[in-house]
Structure formats: C-alpha cells, structure tokens
T-cell receptor
Framework: DTGVSQNPRHKITKRGQNVTFRCDPI?????LYWYRQTLGQGPEFLTY????????KSRLLSDRFSAERPKGSFSTLEIQRTEQGDSAMYLC???????????FGEGSRLTVL | GESVGLHLPTLSVQEGDNSIINCAYS??????FIWYKQESGKGPQFIID?????DKRQGQRVTVLLNKTVKHLSLQIAATQPGDSAVYFC???????????FGSGTRLQVQP
C-alpha cells in the first residue's frame, strides 16, 4: 500500500465529455503530483501541488485540463471536452517528506471513444 | 536535450538467475535517480533510489549502480523470481526540480 487512493480506476467516456479524477493521499502530505502514462511509455509529469498551491504545470497540461487541491489534502484532475488522445492512465503520487521519493497510486485509466 | 532512456526494451531471464537492467541519462545535472517496478494495471512501485554522491546502493535482492562518468545507471536483481516479472523504469531528477523524468521502460520476463 502506497498510501495513495485514486478513483475511479477506469473511466470510459465519449469524445467531448468531461471527466474528473480524484486522488486521496493517506494523510496531508506536503506535495502531491499528477502524471500521465500512455501504453508502453513511462509516466510524464503533468503538475504538482505543495499544500493547496499548484506550483508547476507541464506543457502537456492543455487548457482543457485543470487540477485542484482545495484544502491541501485530496486533489482532483478534470479534463474538459475529452479527445481520443487523452486516453491514458492518470497517476497521482505523494512525496515522502522532502526526499523526492514518489509513491504512486494505482492510477485512473481513461478511455475516450 | 534532457532524456532518460533504456538500452533494451525486453529482457528475458531464467528463474534464479541474476538480472541487470540498464539505463542511460543525458542530463549531467541529474543528481537523484529512482528505479520503479510496474506490474500490469498497477501504478509504479518504488524499488530503490540513489543520489549522485554514491556509486552503489543495495536493498533486498536489488542493487543500483551509478556511473556518473558515462551517465549510466543499472538495476541488478539477484535470484530473479517469477514475481519480478514487470516493466522497470528508471527516473531521474536534479536539485531544484520537482518533476521526475522517466525512461520508456524495460520489460523483464522471468522464465520458470
């Protein structure tokens, strides 16, 4: 158990629909990260939060993507007007202290038809 | 540019043999490296990490070697077991940056 819970585990949606993923770390860890992983590739950084502040966003995070961490605990990642290219596994991770060690959740797999 | 890559996409070993998974990186500023294991349908699982002030670090059945001169990282798994079958990723980072950069992964297949 990595102490990161993600839901839903799998979401199938039609192109153009909005989807939201949720990440619940076991406790209020300082930093929380979102990554995206497509089949056969390593995870790619999307964004991270320090407490409730979103401090960095990747160029992969287009205007259709928005992430929040309103109380510095759980986080949500919303994708608006989904496209087939958004199909991927969306991974959330907590950082252990200030070590740089990331512990990932099981991920939320998005399939856009 | 900054990149992390792996030499072999698939590695097949016999159960009980030792496995060596290699990784090259290009950013000379990288000072922190992690190996992750990912099983099908699951998130990456932290295995072992190493900082650039070390050349070698050992865990339970795993050893990570870092050669900064040639920018090379390896993961050695002793007495490989069927449960070790997975995709292995190396990831790197450097001081001041929070986002890990991952390679594309090596699939380890353990033959019984």
């Amino acid at each position: 158990d990595t102490g990161v819970s993600q839901n839903p585990r799998h979401k199938i949606t039609k192109r153009g629909q909005n989807v939201t993923f949720r990440c619940d770390p076991i406790s209020e860890h300082n930093r929380l990260y979102w990554y995206r992983q497509t089949l056969g590739q390593g995870p790619e950084f999307l964004t991270y939060f320090q407490n409730e502040a979103q401090l960095e966003k990747s160029r992969l995070l287009s205007d259709r993507f928005s992430a929040e961490r309103p109380k510095g605990s759980f986080s949500t990642l919303e994708i608006q007007r989904t496209e087939q290219g958004d199909s991927a596994m969306y991974l959330c991770a907590r950082e252990e202290g200030n070590t740089g060690e990331l512990f990932f959740g099981e991920g939320s797999r998005l399939t856009v038809l | 540019g900054e990149s992390v890559g792996l030499h072999l996409p698939t590695l097949s070993v016999q159960e009980g043999d030792n496995s060596i998974i290699n990784c090259a990186y290009s950013n000379s500023a990288s000072d922190y490296f992690i190996w992750y294991k990912q099983e099908s349908g699951k998130g990456p699982q932290f295995i072992i990490d190493i900082r650039s002030n070390m050349d070698k670090r050992q865990g339970q059945r795993v050893t990570v070697l870092l050669n900064k001169t040639v920018k090379h990282l390896s993961l050695q798994i002793a007495a490989t077991q069927p449960g070790d079958s997975a995709v292995y990723f190396c990831a790197e980072n450097y001081t001041g940056r929070r986002a890990l950069t991952f390679g594309s992964g090596t699939r380890l297949q353990v033959q019984p």
